[in-house]
């Protein structure tokens, strides 16, 4: 198993990289800001002593009032794992940065998101429907649909 | 109370007389049988008295028909082990003539629809239906192909596979087990058996 290593620590590291992204901190889960999304990311990944280089899963979360996309990423150089989230609140239109660029893995993932919960990745070089057909109508994993 | 009078012989004395006539009887028969019976079919040549049995066409056809029904290889979901157990030895639809599963539809007569059929698979599911020759059968096998079960409200899955293809024989369980799809087989066998051949126009 891998360690699961504190939100705290992770937060004022990230902190004092990129000022004012984090917003929430739990025991080993970290909020940052959608917008300052990619750049945690890249400092996640590419930070020596952190090195984050698998992301095992990316889940979206309905909460009715915001939707919330979790990244679950672990480094098999140095065996821990971390917990990232990030929360957007514009629900007729939800978007957070693709992080394909870093992570080949999140390809699918984000389209699997895109599909199900209907939130749009910036960035996604092939962002289109991958569980159901083309011409579906609505988002089905949404609180609200039916 | 009188009890009826009974005049005891000895059998002995009579035994003599019985075995003679019984004798006799078997010599009678022995000189009768140095003759043997005439064969009725002796006037047909020795080849077509082997080789003809008379019989309707729709007997012959359909006893073939039965028992070649080779099933196309496919599965969509959990129900295809069961169908998969049911082709190994221990339940072995070889008994049948059915061991041989076509990997084209082409050169199948028979679509075990094994599991839950969404929206986005009923294309090819279709195709695979329409590829296959005439005569063809369909099974619909579990609770997902014949009515959606707990799926049925769903917005992927296709609400029976009847919405698609037109089903032969409904097989329910969640998965069927290996033996209740080979009684379904059995009634596709009887629905078979009473076909009525007719030739292409």
Request: some cysteine; aromatic content about 10%; overall charge neutral.
């Amino acid at each position: 198993m891998t360690v699961a290593l504190s939100g705290k620590d992770l937060a004022t590291k990230i902190d004092k990289a990129i000022s004012q992204t984090v917003i929430g901190i739990a025991d080993n889960s970290i909020t940052v800001k959608s917008q300052g999304l990619f750049q945690v990311a890249k400092f996640l990944k590419e930070t020596p002593e952190l090195e984050f280089d698998l992301l095992v899963n990316i889940s979206g979360v309905d909460y009715m009032d915001y939707f919330e996309v979790v990244y679950h990423l672990v480094s098999l150089k140095h065996n821990h794992s971390m917990v990232l989230k990030t929360v957007c609140l514009d629900r007729d239109n939800p978007a957070v940065p693709s992080v394909v660029s870093l992570w080949r893995g999140a390809d699918f993932l984000e389209r699997e998101e895109y599909d199900l919960i209907g939130i749009r990745f910036e960035g996604h070089p092939n962002l289109k429907r991958i569980y159901l057909w083309d011409g579906f109508k609505g988002h089905p994993l949404r609180r609200d649909y039916l | 109370m009188e009890i009826a009078s009974f005049e005891w012989k000895n059998p002995l004395e009579k035994s003599a007389e019985l075995d003679k006539a019984e004798g006799q009887t078997i010599e009678q028969i022995r000189t009768m049988a140095q003759q043997k019976c005439q064969d009725p079919d002796q006037w047909l040549d020795r080849d077509l008295k082997h080789n003809v049995i008379v019989t309707s066409i729709d007997a012959v056809i359909n006893l073939g028909r039965r028992y070649s029904v080779w099933p196309v290889n496919f599965g969509l979901a959990c129900c295809a082990f069961e169908m998969i157990a049911l082709a190994a030895p221990r339940f072995d639809i070889s008994r049948f003539g059915m061991e041989l599963f076509r990997s084209s539809p082409r050169q199948a007569d028979l679509m075990i629809v094994a599991g839950t059929l969404t929206w986005k698979m009923a294309p090819q599911v279709k195709r695979i239906y329409e590829q296959m020759p005439e005569p063809k059968w369909v099974i619909a096998m579990g609770v997902c192909a014949i009515s959606g079960g707990t799926f049925a409200e769903s917005y992927s899955v296709v609400p029976g596979v009847n919405c698609i293809v037109p089903v032969d024989v409904y097989v329910p369980g969640c998965p069927p087990r290996a033996d209740a799809l080979l009684y379904g087989i059995t009634r596709l066998h009887d629905k078979i058996k009473k076909d009525t051949f007719r030739p292409l126009k």
